[in-house]
């Protein structure tokens, strides 16, 4: 499988599925990075996305985690629709 969902895509074969996240490079070029996986279920993939955004937060008070948290619930509601497709 290979969904690609605005700036995500979610990849699986046989045995596994993650997420990528496309980027543009310093040169103008666009890659993708991991940023999820390598996991079983959709479930897990969904919750190991929402704890990889929450990690990379640089949040320094319990309001900006609070708007982090908003902002994964947005992606990953727009991630699980796409997929459901």
Request: aromatic share 10%; proline share 1%; net charge negative.
């Amino acid at each position: 499988m290979r969904i690609e969902i605005d700036k995500y895509i979610v990849v699986s074969d046989p045995q596994c599925m993650w997420i990528e996240e496309k980027y543009t490079g310093k040169n103008g070029k666009e890659y993708t990075r991991r940023v999820s996986g390598y996991v079983r279920t959709f479930k897990e993939l969904l919750e190991n996305f929402a704890e990889h955004k929450i990690r990379e937060s640089t949040a320094r008070d319990v309001k900006e985690l609070l708007a982090d948290f908003a902002d994964c619930e947005k992606e990953l509601r727009k991630i699980a629709e796409g997929v459901e497709r």
